[in-house]
């Protein structure tokens, strides 16, 4: 049965007892998980992967089905699920689990997936999406906040936060907390203050990698690499950086289609772009095609699945990819 974010709450106390959330935004999922389930479980929550649950199928069957007199409801959590795990799923489900909810969490499942069909067309499995932040959501986020920690802070401001959030809410959520900190100690809050808050030296090399790589500037691009060593999760910032940038490129592409003055386009498009990427933005849009951006958007969501799977080895794919896409580089200024 399919629902949509807001009805979750309205089925965790149903006999209802597996669910499956999926979707790119996993911020999301962890801000409803930590929210409603667990909360309710304590510590009485067991976390797998895929691969350890299938391959200790029988230690989770009996940890579903014989309980003690002592044992509580229980939650199971079982992340980066896909298709392979869906016979273990079935099998439980028609055995009629009791007293414990099982949670699948997935990144991505294509329509065609036995696991998606199977949990949307049964009346007992709740199958829920997580779509992207969009800028509307994002700004939801900052505004609730800032009202209930009595925060005042200038519209300019709350654009600059959504902006180096990169789309993603536990950035926005980091970022607000560095603001809540500054704000017991000084009553006023000016552009320059958020500016200072929220301008990371990482994220600006990150930032930066993205754009001078969109250029296809290979020796700016090159620097940075060499001058930086980023560790898995940053790896997995500058694919959200990536996806986000190319997402904007991807829309300012199609409006470009219906107004064909690219100045009208860039100032009213949200959120807004900041006076000193404009000229950046405006040699990027002259550097990819609709198709193209397509193609990059589809390889960095593949890389990401693949760069959480090979966590070793996360910057050798990373690095791949980045100088691959340099090969076939005109600007290399």
């Not at 030296?201 to 990698?209: F, K, P, T």
């Not at 790589?213 to 997995?236: A, D, G, R, V, W």
Request: hydrophobic residues 40%.
């Amino acid at each position: 049965m399919i629902i949509k974010n807001f009805e979750i709450n309205n089925h965790i106390n149903s006999e209802k007892n597996f669910f499956l959330f999926y979707g790119i935004n996993s911020g999301f999922i962890d801000e409803t998980i930590n929210k409603y389930f667990k909360p309710n479980y304590l510590e009485n929550i067991v976390i797998y992967d895929e691969t350890d649950a299938i391959s200790n199928e029988n230690l989770i069957t009996e940890s579903v089905f014989n309980k003690s007199l002592f044992d509580e409801k229980k939650l199971i959590i079982i992340n980066r699920v896909t298709d392979k795990i869906f016979f273990l799923i079935k099998k439980l489900f028609e055995n009629n689990v009791k007293d414990t909810k099982i949670l699948l969490r997935s990144n991505k499942l294509e329509k065609k997936s036995k696991l998606r069909n199977f949990f949307e067309k049964e009346k007992n499995l709740i199958i829920c999406a997580f779509y992207e932040d969009n800028y509307q959501s994002l700004l939801s986020i900052v505004q609730k906040t800032l009202k209930e920690k009595k925060i005042n802070i200038s519209n300019k401001s709350i654009d600059l936060i959504i902006e180096r959030s990169n789309g993603n809410r536990i950035n926005i959520k980091n970022e607000l907390g560095k603001i809540e900190l500054y704000a017991k100690n000084n009553k006023e809050i000016s552009l320059e203050n958020i500016i200072k808050l929220t301008n990371l030296g990482n994220n600006y090399d990150i930032s930066e990698l993205v754009d001078q790589n969109l250029l296809k500037n290979k020796k700016k691009t090159i620097k940075i690499l060499n001058e930086n060593n980023l560790n898995i999760e940053e790896n997995i910032l500058i694919l959200k950086t990536y996806l986000n940038k190319l997402k904007r490129l991807k829309k300012l592409k199609n409006d470009l289609k219906k107004n064909k003055n690219v100045d009208q386009v860039l100032s009213s498009t949200r959120p807004p772009i900041f006076w000193k990427d404009l000229i950046l933005i405006k040699q990027q849009l002259g550097t990819w095609s609709i198709a193209e951006i397509k193609i990059l958007i589809n390889k960095i969501n593949d890389l990401e699945l693949i760069i959480k799977k090979n966590n070793q080895i996360s910057d050798w794919l990373l690095n791949n990819f980045i100088l691959e896409s340099l090969l076939t580089a005109n600007n290399t200024a």
